[in-house]
C-alpha cells in the first residue's frame, strides 16, 4: 500500500463533527458524522480528494473513528456506503457497530 505521512484530526460541535485527514496541509478527505444522543455517532458521508484516491485514506479516518468511539464508549451507526462496507469486511472493527 502507497504510504503517506497523514494526519487525522477530528472537528466536533456537540451535534455534527467530521474527520478531516491532511497530507503536507493538502486536505486528502473527510468523514462526516452527526451525534445521535449522547452515545452514538452516525457516519452520514465519506469522501477522499481524488489525488488520494487509492492510499488509504477512508481507512485511516474510519480506524480513527473507531479509536475514538473506543475511548468515548460510544457507538458508529455506518450509514456511508464505504464505512459500512468496511465494518462488514473487518470483524474486530465490529465492537463499535449500534
Known amino acids: 500500500m502507497n504510504r503517506f505521512k497523514m494526519k487525522v484530526e477530528q472537528i466536533n460541535n456537540g451535534k455534527k463533527g467530521f474527520f478531516k485527514a491532511t497530507d503536507n496541509n493538502a486536505e486528502a478527505g473527510m468523514m462526516v458524522y452527526t451525534w445521535a444522543g449522547d452515545t452514538k455517532i452516525i457516519i452520514e458521508h465519506t469522501e477522499v480528494n481524488p489525488a488520494f484516491k487509492g492510499k488509504g485514506v477512508g481507512q485511516e479516518m474510519l480506524l480513527s473513528a473507531v479509536k475514538y468511539a473506543r475511548e468515548n464508549h460510544i457507538k ?20 463499535v457497530l449500534f
Open 76 to 95: 458508529i451507526l455506518p450509514l456511508c456506503p464505504f464505512a459500512r462496507s468496511v465494518f462488514e469486511k473487518n470483524e474486530e472493527l465490529q465492537d
